[in-house]
T-cell receptor
């Protein structure tokens, strides 16, 4: 069966510090991968999605970047965090090319202080 | 991308049905209607999806209007565990549908 791992679960970082959040998927190959962010009490904002290794589509120009160095690994990064980067970050995957549902990880709650 | 519109919140009593509306007046012929729900402090989970016909599964039913410009998610007997935010999204069947965006969703409150 397929599983998605996302870590860490919580993170407190000072303004100006770097960020690296990692997401890995097991039990499938060539998945579509997604990073979403959710501000407190708000809906999900799509940040990045990837249909293959090295292929990243950015949805919102901002302080963040994403990379996919391996087929089932998706990394969200920042060189210098802003207060506005605080939120609940969710990684998700789906099978490529069909109408199968999205599967989400348990999320990382990031607080920038 | 075609957008969806949902009420911000709804209340229901436990054991009663809940009907969650979603408007998608600009839906295209190849858009599937998907529903997800998000429990507090968790990632969203898939609930149900459909194209034209009504759909049923163990979690809910999906009723799709004949013109496909709206749909309704039906929780037949709400329990306290159904208190969550419910998202209605449209997914194109073509590869362009790899981009999946969520709206604000409907927050469902279930009263005991």
């Amino acid at each position: 069966s397929q599983t998605i791992h996302q870590w860490p679960a919580t993170l407190v970082q000072p303004v100006g510090s770097p960020l690296s959040l990692e997401c890995t998927v097991e039990g499938t190959s060539n998945p579509n991968l997604y990073w979403y962010r959710q501000a407190a009490g708000r809906g999900l904002q799509l940040l990045f999605y990837s249909v293959g290794i090295g292929q990243i589509s950015s949805e919102v120009p901002q302080n963040l970047s994403a990379s996919r160095p391996q087929d089932r690994q998706f990394i969200l990064s920042s060189k210098k965090l802003l207060l506005s980067d605080s939120g609940f970050y969710l990684c998700a995957w789906k099978r490529t090319g069909d109408n199968s549902p999205l599967h989400f990880g348990n999320g990382t709650r990031l607080t920038v202080t | 991308d075609a957008k969806t519109t949902q009420p911000n919140s709804m209340e229901s009593n436990e054991e009663e049905p809940v009907h969650l509306p979603c408007n998608h007046s600009t839906i295209s012929g190849t858009d599937y209607i998907h529903w997800y729900r998000q429990l507090p402090s968790q990632g969203p989970e898939y609930v149900i999806h459909g194209l034209t016909s009504n759909v049923n599964n163990r979690m809910a039913s999906l009723a799709i209007a004949e013109d496909r410009k709206s749909s309704t998610l039906i929780l037949h007997r709400a329990t306290l565990r159904d208190a969550a935010v419910y998202y209605c999204i449209l997914r194109d069947v073509f590869p362009a549908g790899n981009k999946l965006t969520f709206g604000g969703g409907t927050r469902v409150l279930v009263k005991p």
